[in-house]
């Protein structure tokens, strides 16, 4: 009966998502629900590098460096944004792989300060350098590429359901790669070394290299949605991708619940990108909003609003039960 559940929730979900530009026209509407989609993603990535047993404060750097890297690949080096799409999705996981070779084997505060200051630095770089566009930024970068399918005629990107649709497209793959990897043997090593890297070093498995593994892939799936962001926001700053951002990125996991990798992001980014917009926080005083958000979950929601709400339904079903016999 759960699965049936599950497969109905995830049909409906399908459906609703596939048809919403069609019934919705409002593009501050459809904008909101692209950034609850680029940050669920980016929520996903957070807990990918968690189920290692690994905490980031860097996924924000590697968002912007897909980002930045689309953006001059299309304005500086004349790329299509289509190839610029992988190539920043690559260059993010690179620089993953020979910053993560260094710190994976860091765990716990180590790793976290090390991200933090990568983080840092990365929004520096990025401000300093002319070639970033200094503190100011890139601005005036293109559209993504026209594209013709053959089904639905040539597609412009003029109008946010069709960037909407794109997104769509790119949560679409990064969950299907997701899912099939937690299903997989990966995904059964990587919960055995967050729950004991030491048993699982002695049946022979490279926790560092798993864990790399994990960064990596967390780091190249942000560096695909910057490239995404950038093009679609047609404007980029440093201060877009600084630790604040990072930090948003674990709320969007921890709300919607750490042991939910796929899940629960969507939650947290569902409320966490929506309740600041609508209560229209001031940028001087919402880092203590967030603060206060993240210190109240971790203390009184360890398992996030799915963990909650898994609970709520537990707790119904058993009183049904209850109810039957008597």
């Known amino acids: 009966m759960p699965n049936i559940d599950r497969k109905y929730f ?13 019934i919705v026209h ?50 500086k080096a004349g790329l299509s944004f289509w190839a610029a799409l992988p190539s920043a999705m ?6 993953a792989i020979l910053i993560g070779y260094f710190i994976v084997r860091y765990v716990g505060a180590g790793f976290v300060v090390f991200t933090l200051l990568f983080c840092l630095l990365t929004d520096k770089v990025f401000g300093y350098f002319d070639v970033f566009g200094g503190w100011g930024g890139l601005t005036a970068i293109p559209a993504p590429n026209p594209l013709y399918l053959p089904s639905l005629g040539k597609i ?8 909407y649709y794109l997104g769509l497209f790119l949560v679409v793959i990064i969950v299907v790669v997701l899912h099939s990897l937690y299903s997989s043997r990966i995904g059964r090593v990587w919960k055995a070394i967050r729950f004991g890297p030491e048993l699982a070093q002695t049946l022979g498995v490279n926790v560092n290299r798993y864990r790399l593994a994990a960064f990596s892939l967390a780091s190249a799936f942000a560096g695909l949605l ?7 926001n047609m404007t980029i700053s440093p201060l877009t991708f600084d630790v604040l951002k990072s930090v948003h990125i674990q709320i969007y996991a921890i709300l919607g619940g750490l042991e939910f990798y796929i899940f629960g992001p969507f939650i947290g980014s569902f409320i966490f990108t929506l309740l600041p917009e609508f209560l229209r926080i001031n940028d001087a005083i919402e880092p203590y909003v967030t603060g206060v958000a993240l210190i109240v979950l971790v203390v009184f929601l360890p398992s996030g609003l799915t963990g909650l709400l898994r ?10 039960k209850l109810l039957g016999r008597i």
């Open 90 to 95: 690559v260059i993010s996981g690179i620089i």
């Open 226 to 232: 910057g490239s995404f962001y950038a093009h679609y």
């Open 156 to 163: 412009t990107f003029s109008n946010k359901a069709e960037y």
């Open 10 to 22: 995830l049909g409906v979900s399908a459906v609703i998502a596939a048809v919403l530009p069609l």
């Open 311 to 320: 609970e709520g339904v537990a707790s119904v079903s058993r009183r049904g």
């Open 26 to 75: 409002d593009p501050y509407f459809l904008h909101l629900v692209i950034l609850i989609f680029l940050n669920a993603t980016l929520g996903m990535g957070f807990s990918l590098i968690f189920s290692s047993g690994l905490i980031t404060l860097g996924a924000a750097a590697f968002w912007g460096i897909g980002a930045y890297a689309s953006a001059l690949l299309v304005t």
